[in-house]
């Protein structure tokens, strides 16, 4: 439950912060303090072991044509020319899990970290790409998509481009969607392939707002949305 990596004030080592906790400070501001200061992280939900294993397939299939220069097929759906996944030294770095990208933001002291899905290119620039397995109906999938993702890949494309990477103005997210057969005896799978805009305006100003909050000694107040949140304070009216 408690974890090392806590913020200490006056440290002057950089400060580690994940793409997964800039989420939780969007998410609830009390969630994240707590996380960040004390150690003490949400309670997980089960593991989605089949979406995760769909992924991972796909980007081994994105693996094999990234050695081969060979353009993704599904992408000829938004681009006559279609997309080639990036050849670059650090690729596998920025992809695993237990690495990643990273990028020193000197206003805050802060190491931003983030685990890329992939990046795509067409020969001149690069697009960050999310990837998610899903099971929705067609009409559904793109009214589904949550608007975080946005967030994410626009902090992707921001580490790209402080690692020299020249970046398109978008990104691209990848929905692998199961669906059924007519007589429901097999799974068939379908990509939907979203471009979005990259917003990088928020992030520097996103890092200050929460290098003023970790400084802060005193508790945000409870974000009335966060379902964390109002269990514990259910519980404590209980108790009082």
């Known amino acids: 439950m408690f974890r090392k990596n806590i913020y200490v004030k006056n440290n002057l080592s950089p400060f580690k912060i994940s793409r997964a906790k800039?989420?939780?400070?969007?998410?609830?501001?009390?969630?994240?303090?707590?996380?960040?200061?004390?150690?003490?992280?949400?309670?997980?939900?089960?593991?989605?072991?089949?979406?995760?294993h769909i992924v991972n397939k796909f980007k081994k299939n994105l693996g094999v044509l990234r050695s081969t220069k060979t353009t993704i097929p599904e992408t000829t759906l938004?681009?006559?020319?279609?997309?080639?996944?990036?050849?670059?030294?650090?690729i596998n770095h920025w992809t695993d899990p237990f690495k990643g990208i990273r990028s020193l933001h000197k206003k805050t002291n802060m190491m931003v970290n983030a685990n890329l899905d992939d990046v795509w290119t067409d020969g001149e620039k690069c697009y960050p790409v999310i990837i998610k397995s899903i099971s929705r109906n067609a009409e559904d999938i793109e009214d589904s998509i949550w608007p975080g993702y946005t967030r994410q890949l626009s902090l992707y494309g921001f580490l790209l481009q402080n690692n020299d990477i020249e970046i398109g103005d978008f990104g691209i997210i990848v929905m692998i969607n199961t669906e059924d057969d007519l007589d429901h005896s097999n799974l068939n799978f379908k990509f939907y392939i979203y471009k979005k805009n990259l917003e990088l305006n928020w992030i520097d100003r996103t890092l200050s707002e929460i290098k003023i909050l970790l400084e802060n000694d005193n508790y945000p107040e409870i974000f009335n949305n966060c379902k964390f949140c109002n269990y514990i304070n259910n519980i404590n009216k209980l108790k009082k």
């Open 22 to 52: 800039i989420d939780l400070f969007f998410d609830c501001k009390k969630c994240f303090y707590v996380d960040q200061k004390y150690g003490i992280k949400r309670p997980h939900g089960a593991a989605l072991v089949i979406n995760n």
């Open 78 to 90: 938004i681009s006559e020319t279609g997309f080639t996944a990036l050849d670059h030294q650090k």
